[in-house]
């Protein structure tokens, strides 16, 4: 701008000393006149390639000083109009120029920027400039730190970036990785205080509060909480592991029975043959068809009879004698076919005293939580009023087309093994 305004002024000054030595040459000689004016056109061509310089125009080639020369008097007005069009067109680019710097410097929110006169001037233009662009470096400090910053936070969290992610087009995608991550865990940790408040509730603790100013002691009375519950479910599985040893101490004499009628099987095995012969000596028809049981059908069932053999109110369980080895018996003449009657957890039994006297009387029902071998451990369901369960009494499936809870099953007992 500074060599632009130069340049006018002393197109401006010759243009003055052109027409004075043009005056003094009309009453000189016109010798000097010509000089003259060869200098003039040798200056405006000299102005006009200096503003071609780098500009991208080519009015210094159209004005030389030829072309300018006084022989050329008749089309002088078509061919200095292109240098004033020149010189309008390079004023008006500084002005956009100006314009677009001290915008740039409001877009980075530079405060107490120059008037946009200070940009044009020759004087203040170059300190004008220098506040921008020391502006425009400050911003991009700024901004590069940011960049740096976001991606350390980013690895924290699992992220990996580089700050050359954030360049160009590939920003927007860096900036929603970084995004989703963060959605992610946001939804994780809804999910984290979801559950630790579930946790508190089962355990017993109060309602945790998990802002930061309370997240950590919140914590602390769940995992109290947690840990007065696992002593508490320690002492229960200790006293369960008691009566575990109790009923394997059962075990071993069942076993031992087990074993004796592994032998009587042996030995009932190898008489298959003389049962076909029995059945007419039994009076069995032998055109009507026999029908077992099968394992845990309903037949099956009826014939089940147990004992309670444990009450433990303080933990709220029962233990009956009846488990996955229990078999009754199907009577068939004077012979007798084991059948597993194939007892299982969440199964419902009846609790009744008495059964064998014509008073029979309703204790309860109960519902089976652990089934082993030859025992079981079942939690009331339901209790007759002022009943309680005892050691002693008589437990047995209900039979499901019966609606009387009282009642004991219609068929007798077969004897249970």
Same mark, same amino acid.
């Given at each position: 701008?500074?060599?632009?305004? &130069? @340049?006018?002024? @002393?197109?401006?000054?010759?243009?003055?000393?052109?027409?004075?030595?043009?005056?003094?040459?009309?009453?000189?000689?016109?010798?000097?006149? &010509?000089?003259?004016? +060869?200098?003039?056109?040798?200056?405006?061509?000299?102005?006009?390639?200096?503003?071609?310089?780098?500009?991208?125009? /080519?009015?210094?080639?159209?004005?030389?000083?030829?072309?300018?020369?006084? /022989?050329?008097?008749?089309?002088?007005?078509?061919?200095?109009?292109?240098?004033?069009?020149?010189?309008?067109?390079?004023?008006?680019?500084?002005?956009?120029?100006?314009? $677009?710097?001290?915008?740039?410097?409001?877009?980075?929110?530079?405060?107490?920027?120059?008037?946009?006169?200070?940009?044009?001037?020759?004087?203040?233009?170059?300190?004008?400039?220098?506040?921008?662009?020391?502006?425009?470096?400050?911003?991009?400090?700024?901004?590069?730190?940011?960049?740096?910053?976001?991606?350390?936070?980013?690895?924290?969290?699992? &992220?990996?970036?580089?700050? +050359?992610?954030?360049?160009?087009?590939?920003?927007?995608?860096?900036?929603?990785?970084?995004?989703?991550?963060?959605?992610?865990?946001? &939804?994780?940790?809804?999910?984290?205080?979801s559950n630790v408040k579930a946790i508190a509730s089962i355990a017993g603790a109060p309602v945790p509060n998990l802002d930061e100013s309370a997240y950590a002691a919140s914590l602390n009375n769940v995992a109290a909480a947690v840990?007065?519950?696992?002593?508490?479910?320690?002492?229960?599985?200790?006293?369960?592991?008691?009566?575990?040893?109790?009923?394997?101490?059962? *075990?071993?004499?069942?076993?031992?029975?087990?074993?004796?009628?592994?032998?009587?099987?042996?030995?009932?095995?190898?008489?298959?043959?003389?049962?076909?012969?029995?059945?007419?000596?039994?009076?069995?028809?032998? $055109?009507?068809?026999?029908?077992?049981?099968?394992?845990?059908?309903?037949?099956?069932?009826? $014939?089940?009879?147990?004992?309670?053999?444990?009450?433990?109110?303080?933990?709220?369980?029962?233990?009956?004698?009846?488990?996955?080895?229990?078999?009754?018996?199907?009577?068939?003449?004077?012979?007798?076919?084991?059948?597993?009657?194939?007892?299982?957890?969440?199964? +419902?039994?009846?609790?009744?005293?008495?059964?064998?006297?014509?008073?029979?009387?309703?204790?309860?029902?109960?519902?089976?939580?652990?089934?082993?071998?030859?025992?079981? @451990?079942?939690?009331? @369901?339901?209790?007759?009023?002022?009943?309680?369960? *005892?050691?002693?009494?008589?437990?047995?499936?209900?039979?499901?087309?019966?609606?009387?809870?009282?009642?004991?099953?219609? +068929?007798?007992?077969?004897?249970?093994?």
């Amino acid at each position: 701008m500074k060599v632009l305004n &130069v @340049i006018l002024s @002393i197109l401006i000054l010759l243009l003055a000393a052109v027409s004075a030595v043009s005056s003094y040459m009309l009453f000189v000689k016109r010798g000097q006149m &010509v000089k003259g004016w +060869e200098k003039m056109a040798t200056a405006i061509n000299q102005a006009a390639t200096e503003m071609d310089r780098g500009s991208g125009t /080519k009015v210094g080639a159209e004005l030389t000083a030829a072309s300018l020369g006084h /022989k050329e008097y008749e089309s002088l007005d078509g061919r200095l109009a292109k240098l004033k069009q020149q010189a309008t067109q390079l004023v008006a680019e500084r002005d956009a120029l100006a314009a $677009a710097v001290r915008r740039a410097g409001e877009i980075i929110g530079m405060g107490n920027l120059p008037a946009e006169a200070s940009f044009r001037e020759m004087v203040s233009y170059n300190t004008s400039k220098d506040e921008v662009l020391n502006g425009l470096v400050d911003f991009k400090n700024r901004r590069d730190r940011m960049i740096r910053d976001l991606c350390a936070s980013a690895a924290k969290i699992g &992220v990996q970036l580089k700050p +050359e992610d954030f360049q160009g087009a590939d920003a927007e995608a860096a900036l929603r990785k970084f995004d989703a991550k963060v959605d992610a865990i946001r &939804v994780q940790f809804s999910a984290y205080q979801s559950n630790v408040k579930a946790i508190a509730s089962i355990a017993g603790a109060p309602v945790p509060n998990l802002d930061e100013s309370a997240y950590a002691a919140s914590l602390n009375n769940v995992a109290a909480a947690v840990r007065d519950l696992k002593t508490k479910l320690d002492n229960a599985l200790a006293l369960v592991e008691q009566v575990k040893s109790q009923l394997n101490n059962s *075990q071993n004499v069942v076993k031992q029975r087990d074993s004796q009628i592994g032998t009587l099987k042996t030995t009932i095995d190898g008489k298959d043959g003389e049962i076909a012969q029995l059945r007419k000596a039994l009076g069995l028809d032998p $055109a009507v068809e026999f029908k077992p049981w099968q394992p845990g059908s309903m037949e099956c069932r009826r $014939a089940v009879r147990g004992k309670v053999i444990e009450v433990n109110e303080k933990f709220g369980f029962i233990a009956i004698d009846l488990g996955k080895n229990t078999v009754v018996q199907q009577t068939v003449g004077n012979k007798k076919l084991d059948v597993n009657p194939e007892i299982t957890t969440g199964m +419902e039994m009846v609790v009744a005293r008495n059964m064998d006297t014509k008073e029979v009387e309703f204790i309860g029902k109960i519902k089976l939580t652990t089934v082993d071998g030859d025992c079981s @451990i079942g939690e009331t @369901i339901e209790q007759a009023p002022d009943c309680k369960v *005892q050691v002693g009494d008589q437990v047995y499936f209900q039979d499901p087309t019966s609606e009387k809870k009282e009642a004991a099953p219609a +068929e007798p007992a077969a004897e249970k093994k």
